[in-house]
């Protein structure tokens, strides 16, 4: 019975994989598509900036108002500092939790360390104080200064309900607002593939304001509100909705302050959102939306969006590589950030 019941099931599987694959357009009619379609930038040959030891996970990338960097939070539940080629990675902040737990003395991180001692994942920096705003996974929204250290943390709850998964950030560098999300009221970052699974729409977009210490819920009921960057021009953001494989603008400044939009489809599951310097934005894409297990060992890892919400370019890379921040610096370099691989990545833009 035991022998018929596994066989029925493995048949099971196997037919509602080729429904699949018949009602999906081909992947690779899709890729082949996609790269007539858009330049493509190859990840397949990049550099590594090794953590070293134990440490995996650098989810997102920021460089200092000085170009110092890339600054990275880790496994841990440090923020790291890259020194160069020659002094490598050195600690640059962490929370106070990491301080009163004594995460430094612990043996490697686990899913059940990162409450203790936290997990970083947005990072950006104000320029003009040279304040690093962290949004980490337990903790919630934390600042540390330009010497680093202990980080101060800011929120830990808006309207009177907690920060159960603090993730994306971004500043008007302008006005030092720090806008951020909480990608589900329900799910803790451990639990992250409940959110996608379940559907869950309690995500929250928040203003921090430096001037009064206040948190703001500019909107709430969002599905998955992950990364999030605020416009060249500064009226609107574009968050990251994940399990939608979306883009929402919400604007902040003009007629539509206060409203929400779709602002693009993504032909896969985004992560963080970067400025592209050219008005648009770098989506990471964690997977393809109708990636199989099996085939050419290549996919989608992040796409190039306009700012009027068109996708314009590509990066393609091995399955291995599945990053959560991309970083277009004017050195003609593409920094990634990812959350299972012990480097931050580097390839050539062009």
């Known amino acids: 019975m035991r022998s018929t019941a596994r066989q029925a099931a493995t048949a099971a599987a196997f037919a509602l994989i080729v429904f699949l694959v018949l009602l999906s357009p081909s992947p ?13 930038i190859d990840a397949r040959r990049s550099q590594h900036l090794d953590l070293g030891g134990s440490l995996v996970g650098p989810e997102s990338v ?28 050195s600690t640059y902040t962490y929370s106070p939790s990491y301080t009163k737990n ?46 680093g250290g202990e980080a101060t943390v800011l929120a830990t709850k808006a309207d009177g309900v907690p920060l159960r998964f603090t993730n994306g950030v971004d500043i008007d560098q302008v006005t030092g607002d720090v806008y951020f999300t909480d990608s589900s009221m329900n799910y803790q970052r451990s639990q992250h593939e409940q959110v996608t699974a379940t559907k869950d729409s309690t995500g929250r977009l928040m203003k921090y304001d430096p001037r009064t210490n ?56 985004p992560d ?5 310097g050219k008005g648009g934005y770098w989506i990471a894409l964690h997977r393809e939306k109708y990636e199989l297990p099996f085939g050419p060992d290549s996919h989608l890892v992040a796409m190039r969006v306009s700012a009027g919400g068109k996708l314009v370019q590509q990066m393609r890379g091995p399955k291995s590589l599945r990053p959560t921040e991309v970083m277009d610096r004017k050195d003609g370099k593409i920094y990634m950030g990812n959350v299972e691989l012990p480097y931050v990545g580097v390839v050539k833009s062009s």
């Open 272 to 276: 963080n959102v970067r400025p592209d």
């Open 28 to 40: 690779t009619a899709a890729a082949t598509a996609t790269t007539r379609m858009f330049k493509t």
């Open 102 to 147: 004594k995460c430094a003395a612990s043996t490697l991180p686990t899913v059940q360390t990162e409450s203790k001692c936290g997990r970083p994942l947005g990072l950006r920096f104000h320029y003009k104080t040279g304040n690093l705003y962290i949004a980490d996974a337990y903790m919630g929204l934390m600042r540390v200064g330009p010497k």
């Open 214 to 269: 206040q948190v703001t819920v500019l909107q709430s009921n969002i599905t998955y509100p992950n990364g999030v960057a605020i416009s060249a021009d500064r009226t609107h953001l574009i968050v990251a909705l994940t399990g939608p494989c979306k883009l929402m603008r919400h604007w902040i400044r003009g007629p539509k302050t206060g409203k929400s939009e779709p602002f693009a489809d993504l032909p896969g599951y």
């Open 62 to 89: 920021a460089f200092d108002g000085k170009g110092r960097g890339p600054y990275s939070g880790v496994s841990d539940g440090r923020i790291m500092r890259w020194n160069g080629e020659a002094a490598g990675w």
